[in-house]
């Protein structure tokens, strides 16, 4: 049976007629008309069951941070399942052998050539996408910070005289031939309080009197139009990619290249902007690879001297779960299953582990440990390509909450999820296409997931732990959060079998628990914060909701709006010494015990 969205059902239910308030007429077949009426009258509560239940919510000042106080009635939060085995959480967390998350930890990356799309200009800033970005603020403490690069920072050429803020030569999907005019710059005017990396043109730039000039004359406009939000410079995107030969192109050629360009970068910023071209002001993200092989192997960059001058600040790489044109990529096999989501990131955490040292990556300071961040992720690549169905439904604001909490808990700093204007795997579309209307769309909820179980970082920094579990296969992941130490916050669970809305048979569910020893100080009678991540099914693309929050464009432009027709205020008890919660298939929760 087809399921109608909330803005139909919500306009079905307008347009219900009002029951009369006039007696009806005696009649000498009263009997019969009396059957008629409860016929009539048990169609209607059958009709207003099902228009209650899928009717629009209503807007609320409530911030949405925090486990609401309300309640109303849902299904999807009293399932049928087994009861899995009882996971153990730690008494404290186990030490790190990184530095700690940072601030802005949900983040993200905006295709260059694109960023226009996202951020508007001064006399049009795009409100929408700053709304987004504030709901976070307002759960993590500070907006997400956005890096603005990508394959077309590479292909961008500066123009002083072009009228337009962008202007491209498209070859099918692929732009070439970029331009970017001062106009392209208001944009870091569009969401104060955020910070920002900006990508320069270093493949053009090591190969073309033309780069090199359009570098110069790029470095005074971006410096003066970011100024104090500036985080950090990248130079080059992905230079392990760029097809030059491999007997010239090594690791010896690239640091000196980019010594020479970082070198000029700052010469043109002590003329420019002086505030930001040195001291703690100044730095860059890098390098910036696709890849950990030759010939720009990690480790033999540093090696050679990288980061003999401490301009590095972060240690960069990109990352994606696969490839969008690989037939084989199912949303079950390869994103909604944890395993798969392990296994991705294993070569993320090896070389993590490889360049660990603060000798090898901060030879000038040794006793700063550089933070390892993904400035640039997401699912699959080529996320202009699809597949449809796949990646802009309810299964990848699963695998989002999954994914940046594992990348929390091996010792990311903060996690750059990769945007652009009609890419299948956006968080949520700015402007409107042929093809896409403005929206919020699925993944964003789970962005503001992730936010709602680290907290607000400006006032304490958790330690993520992934929490094993029994009986569950693939398809379900648990973590823990603890601050100063071992004092038990939050735990996050995500079941990550598939159900979709079209399927007959019942949605299911599953009962989780954790044993909660006694060193945590968590004792019997605790009462639990519950905070939902619900959707009709994996499939869903809209009806999304966080706590029974709405952030859809077409209720109020991304601002929260409460949804009457979830279940919030949930809690649970510690019994026993175990904390109990129910999930529906395809769903997440986070308990909170502070």
Wanted: aromatic share 10%; with cysteine; charged share 10%.
């Amino acid at each position: 049976m087809d399921r109608m969205n909330r803005d139909d059902a919500a306009a079905a239910l307008m347009k219900e007629p009002k029951p009369s308030s006039s007696h009806a007429r005696r009649h000498p077949f009263r009997i019969a008309a009396a059957i008629v009426v409860t016929i009539l009258v048990i169609l209607a509560l059958v009709l207003g069951l099902y228009f209650g239940l899928h009717a629009r919510g209503s807007s609320s000042s409530s911030s949405p941070s925090s486990p609401s106080s309300s309640t109303s009635p849902s299904p999807t939060t009293s399932p049928t399942g087994p009861a899995f085995p009882p996971a153990t959480l730690p008494a404290s967390p186990p030490a790190s052998n990184f530095p700690a998350i940072q601030e802005s930890f949900v983040s993200f990356a905006i295709e260059f050539l694109f960023f226009p799309d996202f951020s508007g200009n001064l006399s049009a800033p795009n409100t929408f996408s700053d709304n987004l970005l504030s709901n976070i603020a307002n759960i993590s403490g500070t907006k997400p910070y956005i890096r603005v690069g990508g394959n077309t920072q590479d292909l961008a050429i500066y123009s002083a005289s072009l009228p337009v803020a962008t202007q491209a030569t498209w070859v099918g999907l692929h732009p070439q031939d970029i331009s970017i005019g001062p106009s392209f710059f208001e944009g870091y005017s569009s969401f104060p309080g955020s910070k920002f990396i900006h990508g320069f043109n270093m493949k053009n730039a090591t190969i073309s009197a033309i780069g090199w000039k359009s570098l110069l004359d790029e470095v005074p406009v971006t410096c003066k139009a970011i100024g104090s939000n500036l985080l950090w410079w990248e130079y080059g995107n992905e230079p392990d990619l760029y097809p030059r030969p491999t007997d010239t192109w090594n690791a010896t050629t690239y640091v000196s290249d980019w010594h020479n360009g970082t070198a000029a970068i700052q010469s043109s910023l002590a003329s420019a902007c002086p505030a930001i071209a040195s001291g703690s002001a100044y730095g860059y993200v890098g390098p910036s690879l696709q890849n950990t092989q030759a010939p720009l192997a990690p480790k033999m960059l540093f090696q050679v001297g990288l980061n003999d001058d401490g301009e590095v600040k972060q240690y960069t790489m990109h990352h994606y779960m696969g490839s969008a044109d690989d037939p084989t990529v199912t949303l079950q096999g390869s994103l909604m299953n944890h395993t798969a989501v392990k296994s991705k990131l294993a070569w993320i955490l090896a070389e993590m582990n490889n360049l660990n040292s603060p000798s090898l990556l901060n030879p000038t300071d040794t006793a700063t440990a550089i933070p390892f961040t993904l400035d640039e992720a997401n699912s699959l690549l080529n996320g202009a390509l699809g597949p449809p169905d796949l990646l802009n439904v309810f299964g990848s604001a699963l695998w989002t909450f999954d994914y940046m909490l594992y990348c929390a808990s091996i010792g990311l700093s903060r996690v750059h999820m990769q945007q652009g204007t009609g890419f299948a795997y956006n968080s949520w579309a700015p402007i409107a296409t042929p093809d896409q209307s403005i929206a919020t769309l699925p993944p964003y909820y789970g962005n503001i997931a992730v936010a709602a179980m680290l907290g607000d970082l400006t006032k304490a920094v958790p330690q993520i732990v992934e929490i094993p579990l029994d009986g569950v296969g693939d398809f379900a992941s648990a973590y823990a959060a603890y601050v100063n130490g071992s004092t038990l916050t939050r735990v996050a669970v995500v079941d990550l079998r598939q159900w979709n809305s079209t399927q007959q048979e019942a949605r299911g569910g599953g009962n989780y628990s954790f044993a909660l020893p006694g060193a945590l100080g968590v004792e019997d009678g605790r009462v639990v914060g519950v905070q939902r991540l619900l959707a009709a099914g994996s499939d869903a693309k809209t009806g999304v909701t966080w706590d029974g929050w709405s952030y859809a464009y077409e209720l109020n432009a991304g601002k929260p709006v409460r949804m009457g027709n979830v279940t919030t205020g949930e809690t649970v008890v510690v019994q026993g010494g175990r904390v109990s919660v129910e999930l529906v298939i395809s769903s997440a929760v986070v308990l909170h015990f502070a």
